[in-house]
Antibody, heavy 122, light 106 residues
């Protein structure tokens, strides 16, 4: 059974770049859509974006974050990462990585990491 | 963006009860609808995709229905571990969006 584990700094200073990695075990990183989702404390879920390895690699980001987000995949390490630049306190959240499985022309989340809290503060 | 509206935002129930949660999309999403369960302090758990298909390992006490803009999640015979917050999510078009959640409380 696939397992996902987020890692990275729990505290980031305002205006700096948030960097997280998700390590995938128990399954291949190819053939799936790899996403990041976040949840501010006490609030709902927000999809950040995804990366798909095939077709020379393609991705799609939430327009609300697109100018600041990069998601990439390292197949040699079975990992994918999130970079979010110019962070503010509004980016404080629990960040989850998730695996997307194909459903016709789209994909649904079938596995989630446990989540990691990132606080933006000086 | 497609807006997902869940109702109610919270409900009280007892062990053994049957509960129904509704989710409405601001535009048609055919059956590109998923449901998740989130217990306090835990990651979401995938329950249903394609509006009515159970994820592997999810008990049949959970069921989903609907198509287009109106969807429901039904949980039968509530057990203590079912008291959690439930979210719907559309994956018909980008950006994917989630409902605001329904908290099922004792």
């Amino acid at each position: 059974q696939v397992q996902l584990q987020e890692s990275g700094p729990g505290l980031v200073k305002p205006s700096e770049t948030l960097s997280l990695t998700c390590t995938v075990s128990g399954g291949p990183i190819s053939s799936y859509y790899w996403s990041w989702i976040r949840q501010p404390p006490g609030k709902g879920l927000e999809w950040i974006g995804y990366f798909y390895i095939y077709n020379s690699g393609n991705n799609n980001y939430n327009p609300s974050l697109e100018s600041r987000v990069t998601i990439s995949v390292d197949t040699s390490k079975n990992q994918f990462s999130l970079k979010l630049s110019s962070v503010t306190a509004a980016d404080t959240a629990v960040y989850y990585c998730a695996r997307g499985n194909s459903h016709e022309y789209s994909y649904y989340f079938d596995s989630w990491g446990q989540g990691t809290l990132v606080t933006v503060s000086s | 963006d497609i807006q997902m509206t869940q109702s109610p935002s919270s409900l009280s129930a007892s062990v053994g009860d049957r509960v129904t949660i509704t989710c409405r999309a601001s535009q048609g999403i055919t059956t590109y609808l998923a449901w998740f369960q989130q217990r306090p302090g835990k990651a979401p758990k995938s329950l249903i995709y394609a509006a009515s298909r159970l994820q592997s390992g999810v008990p049949s006490k959970f069921s989903g229905s609907g198509s287009g803009t109106d969807f429901t999640l039904t949980i039968t015979s509530l057990q203590p571990e079912d008291f959690a917050t439930y979210y719907c999510q559309q994956y018909n078009s980008f950006p994917f969006t989630f409902g605001g959640g329904t908290k099922v409380e004792i």
